[in-house]
T-cell receptor, first 112, second 113 residues
């Protein structure tokens, strides 16, 4: 069975500082990994994905994520956080069968 | 390109009633998935449809059902509503292929009273 863990319910950073939102996964075979962001009362928006190739993936709004196969991790990062980045972030894994599993989400708060 | 459209946006129903939610995917997307989102349970997978066939199913009771039409539009139905069914129901569409990400609709906020 596949699973995704986001170990932190909440991440707080100051504006201008780097941010990291952590994600680890467990899946049989090659994973397809995704990050989504959700703003209040909205659906999730796609940020970036890892399929194959370069372990550092760049996505929307200046976000990037690093795939680490040995640590089965896919952490989301941004060099300089903005107050507008405050939102709920979900990591997800999709398998060859097409089924997706989402983490429980991490609330990111960026303080001015 | 139009996004994923879910209707209605908000719904209030009484316990015991039934409800039907609708989702129109992005044009060309043949896969439609449904999720239930609640503060305590996070995102829970309901089911996925591809080319009018249910391809995957989550761990929800039989009161939750869905279908997909030939134009890829999908509906989900919840019968005999319970208070615990109050949630944001999200529909997501994707292109064929496991590497495709989801495009989510804004959701239907269902309140059962």
């Amino acid at each position: 069975a596949q699973s995704v863990a986001q170990p932190e319910d909440q991440v707080n950073v100051a504006e201008g500082n780097p941010l990291t939102v952590k994600c680890t996964y467990s899946v049989s075979g090659n994973p397809y990994l995704f990050w989504y962001v959700q703003y209040p009362n909205r659906g999730l928006q796609f940020l970036l994905k890892y399929i194959t190739g370069d372990n550092l993936v760049k996505g929307s709004y200046g976000f990037e994520a690093e795939f680490n196969k040995s640590q089965t991790s896919f952490h989301l990062k941004k060099p300089s956080a903005l107050v507008s980045d405050s939102a709920l972030y979900f990591c997800a894994v999709r398998t060859n069968a097409g089924k997706s599993t989402f983490g429980d989400g991490t609330t990111l708060t960026v303080k001015p | 390109k139009a996004g994923v459209t879910q209707t209605p946006r908000y719904l209030i129903k009484t316990r015991g009633q039934q409800v039907t939610l609708s989702c129109s995917p992005i044009s060309g997307h043949r896969s439609v998935s449904w999720y239930q989102q609640t503060p305590g349970q996070g995102l829970q997978f309901l089911f996925e449809y591809f080319s009018e066939t249910q391809r995957n199913k989550g761990n929800f009771p039989g009161r939750f059902s869905g279908r997909q039409f030939s134009n890829s539009r999908s509906e989900m139905n919840v019968s005999t509503l319970e208070l615990g069914d109050s949630a944001l129901y999200l529909c997501a569409s994707s292109a064929a292929g496991q590497g495709s990400g989801y495009t989510f609709g804004s959701g239907t906020r269902l309140t059962v009273v």
